[in-house]
């Protein structure tokens, strides 16, 4: 773990960025952190960077204070990089992450290779804003910050049912609790509600998703002109694979959308037995055992045909052993 106060001594300006696509723990642990450098640092000027996320997360304190462009060349005296896997991942924010004089990577992933100059990396946290938590003194953070911590825990936990919630997870998801914050509102207002049209985008997913493998895998994809149809965007997408992932016998789910022609963003979850961050590692992307992506170029079912080559390998290699 690295201490936080000794990190920051001398410091003048400090950016903030995470992963592209911004989700539930990534925005979380960002501003969780922000909230937490602007109360306890004030001498210390501190900008936060994010791509555009979901509107249902804008009750946050402080996400009126994301910047989501990086038009301005900067240099900060430190750079934190939350929920980031590698460097590539941070987006158009990697330009802070190459002039900052010192950096700092706070993550997750198993796939992360410690990028940064400093590196707080746990491959069996539950989410980022876990790891932020274990940073803060516990009798400094605000209900404001409690809030964006418990969103970022409750989302990468699938609302504490998910294997990577512990102990640990469910007493720091308690002490936040004990902030005075509205934890159920939280988790239906930035994780079960959808709006009508990511429900129909879901919904013809579903419908048109097909199993592979004996029934062991199942997969499903959105292609641009449905996305235009539908007058849905990338962030509308979010819970389809876990939808898939829900089907009975299932042990992999994947669900890939066009983000350009021949070009698809691939989602993996696995139920137990796949390794699906070694499979998303194989195609230059990453993630966890349980959870990874990538992006891949090909036809849909070249995709796909490539991805499930990799799941009857591990498959069958688990039949051997047993």
Known sequence: MINLNAELKEVKTAGIAGHIRPDGDCVGS???????????FPEIKTEVYLEEFPEAFRFLEGSDQ???NCDQTKEYDVFFCLDCGDEKRLGNAVKYFNTAKKTICIDH??????????????????????LIFNLLEETKITKEMAEALYMGIAHDTGVFKFSNTSSRTMEIAGKLMDKGIDFSTIVD????????IQNQIMGRAMLESIMMLDGRVI???IRQKDMDFYGVGTMDLDGIVQQLRNTRGVEAALFLYETAPQEYKVSM????KIDVSQIACYFGGGGHVKAAGCTMQGSVYDVVNNLVKHIDKQLKQIKVTN
């Open 219 to 221: 997969f499903s994809a």
């Open 109 to 130: 992933h198993i796939s992360n290779q410690a990028f940064a100059q400093v590196n707080y990396i746990v491959p069996d946290a539950s989410s980022t804003s876990e």
């Open 269 to 272: 979850r696995s139920n137990g």
């Open 189 to 196: 207002d930035t994780y079960f509600i959808k709006s009508y």
């Open 30 to 40: 960002c501003i969780g952190l922000y909230l937490y450098l602007k109360k306890y």
């Open 66 to 68: 994301v910047q989501h």
